[in-house]
């Protein structure tokens, strides 16, 4: 599958209060009016001019912190293809995988704002079209390809009645 | 070859020997949710069909992060918990019974359990020997129904302590120095083991402090051996029977091993807006401050709050600080009530509120104004923490808190106790 966007760009140590603060804590069951802020705090003009398909670009250790799962939930729903970074915090990782939002690992020092890029997610290939050059990003394991290939955890689960992941 | 503690924790659990980097499916001892991300869960297993618990028994709702209720979109979602609580046989944790991991770790967690929490800070019950890791809503609604999840075997970096802390240092100060040390991502999806002739005499109520903030290095788990204190900690809790010891064998292999010499360490105090960006409290003194926070999952145990009360008894606040103390749970509320440190400390100029998570993760009791400053005792000073963007946080000890609170700026406890 190939997804195409504009990317939207982030620095190192974006926390998950940056995504989804806990003074909006109150709009966590209502993810629709959330995903309006999502990333506000980082970048106010974000979750005004996203586009569907676009993506989020981060350095370091992306989505640190808290185990709120409504963050990559609400980069989801804003639209948002694939967070792309060069390293993403542990349970950021895998509640995207579970929501079942890409995130990709690779070397965003090559990808700048609002630069076009292409992501092919079969071949692990991103290419930066305004640049001109092509990225590689690690492939996942093989337990989070199945979760996400099965559309996210839950539906995983539905599908099996049980974790099929062995 | 020998095992870490992560490798004979999960070993036990799926009844093969393990290592690091193997992908394996494991039970589950304890699952918790708390109100910010137990709605999740519940209505992922509500749209599933599951609405069940494999075990309700060990299965805990907390409502301690907006408790009482500020909001009644917050309301709602806490009638939900309960809601579901009632169905299933779960346990519900309601407001005013304290933060979720000081639950967990007074009544709950065993030495070699499993446990998972929608909650970053789970790592908390580490400090008991206990594999437990914070996960998502999706996650942990599924541990609940299934009684299983899913783990990559962590590779364990050793941390091995010794030295005497000199008056006025202590654990936060060590957890602190560590964090700045390995960075905020220094060890991510790594377990941290801290072994030691420190943490050896170190009490329960410090260990937890250092296993709680295992996660600020990224880490997965910030496991402690059981031993004669796990043993005597339980048994203070009423409940002896559940101590097993538990200690990594010596051949066990680390992919990295950390030495800290804890006799020459200072008050540490970690900077606006990354945990990592830790400095000795000497760097940062004078500081103006507007609030203080005493309490968390971190630092709001009886010690904690007794520390502040020996720095700030027969004495007053600094006019232009707030000072919020909030006990970590009702049983130490209570024990607080019976020392007299509440007393002392309201006398002081606190203002008291009810067990729980308090200000900590910016919902309500406390937020900052535009372009002021708290320093608290718990976890995390990511920018907007403190439910605005424009606020600044530091975060360190009780003890720096306390002096912190006298002064008006941030202050190094050594002097006020001299
Ligand atoms: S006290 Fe703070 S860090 Fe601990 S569980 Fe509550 S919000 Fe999280």
Redesign the pocket.
């Known amino acids: 599958m190939k997804l195409r966007g504009k990317a939207w760009k982030f620095g190192d140590n974006i926390s998950t209060d940056h995504i989804a603060p806990?003074r909006l804590f109150h709009l966590r069951s209502n993810l629709p009016e959330l995903a309006k802020h999502v990333l506000e705090d980082a970048d106010p003009e974000f979750p005004k001019l996203v586009q569907a398909g676009d993506f989020v670009v981060g350095g370091n250790n992306f989505g640190l912190g808290?185990s709120r799962e409504h963050a990559p939930t609400i980069i989801k729903l804003a639209g948002v293809s694939a967070v792309l970074a060069k390293s993403f915090a542990r349970i950021f990782f895998r509640n995207a995988i579970n929501v079942g939002l890409p995130v990709l690992i690779c070397d965003t020092d090559q990808i700048d704002q609002h630069d076009e890029l292409e992501v092919d997610l079969a071949a692990g290939t991103i290419k930066n079209l305004t640049r001109g050059v092509e990225l590689v990003f690690a492939p996942l394991p093989e337990v989070m390809l199945t979760i996400l290939e099965d559309g996210g955890l839950a539906a995983h689960v539905q599908k099996h009645g049980d974790l099929r992941l062995e | 070859m020998g095992q870490t503690l992560a490798e004979k924790i999960l070993s036990r659990k799926v009844g093969r020997p393990v290592r690091a980097g193997e992908m394996v499916i494991c039970p589950v001892d304890v699952a918790l949710t708390?109100d910010?991300t137990g709605p999740l869960a519940v209505r992922q297993l509500q749209k599933l069909n599951m609405v069940r618990a494999a075990c309700p028994g060990r299965t805990v709702l907390f409502i301690?992060?907006a408790a009482p209720s500020p909001r009644k979109e917050l309301s709602n979602d806490h009638m939900l918990l309960r809601e579901f609580a009632r169905e299933t046989g779960c346990v519900l944790s309601d407001v005013g019974a304290g933060?979720?991991?000081q639950i967990i770790a007074e009544e709950y967690a065993r030495p070699g359990d499993v446990i998972i929490g929608a909650?970053?800070?789970t790592v908390?019950a580490g400090a008991l020997g206990a594999f437990a890791t914070g996960m998502g809503s999706t996650d942990v609604a599924m541990g609940i129904a299934l009684g299983k999840t899913w783990f990559r075997v962590p590779e364990t970096f050793q941390i091995r302590v010794r030295g005497r802390f000199s008056p006025g240092v202590g654990a936060k100060d060590l957890i602190l120095h560590l964090i700045g040390r390995l960075g905020a991502d220094g060890a991510t999806y790594k377990a941290l083991e801290f072994v030691g002739e420190t943490i050896e005499e170190m009490p329960m109520t410090d260990r937890l402090t250092l296993s709680?903030m295992a996660v600020e290095a990224g880490a997965k788990v910030g496991l402690i051996p059981s031993d004669e204190e796990t043993r005597r900690y339980l048994a203070a809790m009423g409940r002896e029977g559940d101590w097993q010891p538990l200690a990594p064998d010596a051949d066990a292999e680390y992919e990295r091993v950390v030495e800290v010499d804890v006799s020459e360490l200072e008050p540490m105090v970690s900077a606006p807006h990354t945990v990592d960006n830790v400095r000795p409290v000497g760097e940062l003194a004078g500081t103006k401050i507007h609030q203080v926070f005493i309490?968390?999952?971190?630092n709001?145990r009886l010690a904690d709050l007794a520390e502040a009360a020996r720095i700030l008894s027969g004495r007053t606040i600094h006019p232009e600080v707030r000072l919020i103390v909030?006990p970590?749970s009702r049983r130490v509320f209570l024990e607080a009530i019976d020392a007299g440190y509440i007393r002392e400390l309201v006398a002081a100029g606190a203002t008291v509120l009810a067990p729980?998570?308090?200000p900590?993760?910016g919902?309500h009791e406390g937020i900052l104004g535009d372009g002021e400053a708290s320093l608290n005792t718990?976890?995390?000073n990511f920018q907007g923490r403190l439910g605005n963007p424009a606020g600044f946080i530091y975060l360190a000890s009780p003890a720096v808190a306390a002096a912190t609170a006298l002064k008006g700026e941030i202050a190094d406890p050594r002097e006020v106790l001299a």
Do not use: L
Not at chain 2, 295 to 298: A, D, E, K, L, Q
């Open positions: 806990g808290s | 708390q910010g301690d992060h933060v979720c991991h909650d970053s800070h908390t709680n309490g968390s999952c971190t709001g909030v970590a729980g998570c308090g900590c993760v919902v718990s976890n995390r």
